[in-house]
Structures are given as structure tokens and as C-alpha cells.
């Protein structure tokens, strides 16, 4: 069947010329894959998510989201001494990527949080609580945060004051939180295409790519 090009049909075109747009319209459809509900952003904000890292999403400034809210990302359970464990982490840093490995093959080792204080929450067994965090070093140097350079002598005062009063508001305050447009995923499993797999896509070559699925 071939459809009419829209762009091309004259009555359209007359009423878009009517309305005054100069641009096209852009909508997306709520599709509970890549959209967050009222109720998970709630959730998100208040107890965080448990998620497997390939349920995030690296966007193309190298931050991560979570269907379509950036998020922080944490290790669910804290007290594993891993590198990098004791940190919410901005990107996907080394130190990230090492606590990972460190507890591959846990089911949903990262929590994902939009709480706008370091004070997060955790879960430890069936405990929920919630628990002081502090920024990643290795994910403001990554992301050269409002000029962060520790390993320059002359921003290392400045660098360290900012690492010091870091709270995620600040980082949601310049990367917007949500909801994240369609061009800023690095990659993004079509809803349309081949590779519509659901909640359990998991994908390759992602920023996840090394650690084994569980
Ligand atoms: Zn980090």
C-alpha cells in the first residue's frame, strides 16, 4: 500500500500555513517501555529502583537515564566493599564499571535515583533505609562538571569545594532530569524496529557490554 506523503498534501500543508507553524510537529507515544509513569517517578524520587545496568540507558553526553528520566546510579547493596560502592556514580566511570563486575551475576545490582540529596536509599536484605552517598570524583572529572578539574593544580581548591557540597539537585539543576528527548540516547532500542524486546532487552555493546548477563 503506498501512503500519501504528507509533507507533500497540498490541504495539510494550507492549514499548516493557516495555524502560522513555521516547524513540523513532534510527538512521542506514551509507551510504558521507554516512559516513566506518575508513579515511578514518585517511586524513583522516593526509594529509587533496582535495575540490571542494561535497563539504563547511556545518553550522548554521557550521563544515564532511565526510560526517560537521568537518573544517578548506585550499588543496591552497599557495604560490598567494592571500588566505587560507597559513591552515587553521574557516568559510566571506571570505578562504576569495577563495582559492577565486582557483583555480576547479582540480580538488579544498581539502584537508579532521582532523590535530590546525597541521602539515598538503600536496601540491605529486605531493610530499606537510607543512607548519606557522595558524589563520584571520577564522574565530575569525566564530566568537566561547571569546569571540575582535581587533577589541575589550579582548579583543585575549587574542585574539591565543589565535590564536597555536590548533591544530585545540582547535577539535575544543569543536566535536566526529565523527561530526556529522544536524541539524547547514545543508542536506544526502536520501539518500531527488530529489536522491540520489552523491559528485558538487553542488548550489546552497550556501556554494560563487558559484564556477563546474570
Ligand atoms: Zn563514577
Redesign the pocket.
Known amino acids: 500500500m503506498k501512503l500519501v506523503d504528507f509533507l507533500e498534501f497540498e490541504p495539510f500543508n494550507r492549514l499548516r500555513a493557516a495555524m502560522g507553524t513555521r516547524r513540523l510537529g513532534y510527538f512521542e507515544l506514551f509507551d510504558p517501555r521507554y516512559h516513566l509513569t506518575g508513579a515511578e517517578r514518585i517511586r524513583l524520587e522516593q526509594e529509587g529502583i533496582g535495575v540490571s545496568p542494561w535497563q539504563v540507558q547511556r545518553l550522548v553526553d554521557g550521563t544515564f537515564a532511565f526510560k526517560n528520566s537521568r537518573v544517578v546510579c548506585y550499588l543496591a547493596n552497599q557495604g560490598t566493599a567494592a571500588a ?1 560502592g560507597d ?1 552515587y ?3 559510566d ?1 571506571s ?2 564499571l569495577q563495582a559492577l563486575a565486582s557483583v555480576d551475576g547479582q540480580e538488579r545490582p544498581l539502584m537508579v535515583s532521582t532523590a535530590p540529596s546525597g541521602a539515598l536509599p538503600t536496601r540491605v536484605g529486605n531493610q530499606q533505609g537510607v543512607r548519606p552517598f557522595k558524589v ?1 570524583e ?2 565530575l572529572q569525566k564530566l568537566g562538571f561547571e569546569g571540575f578539574d582535581a587533577q589541575r593544580n589550579r582548579r583543585r581548591g575549587w574542585s574539591l569545594q565543589l565535590l564536597d557540597a555536590f548533591t544530585p539537585a545540582r547535577f539535575f539543576a544543569r543536566y535536566r532530569q526529565y523527561p530526556v528527548k529522544p536524541e539524547e540516547f547514545a543508542q536506544r532500542v526502536d520501539a518500531e524496529g527488530a529489536g522491540s524486546e520489552g523491559d528485558d532487552a538487553q542488548g550489546s555493546g552497550g556501556w554494560w557490554a563487558h559484564l556477563s548477563p546474570p
Open positions: 566505587g559513591h556514580h553521574l557516568t566511570c570505578l562504576l563520584c571520577q564522574c
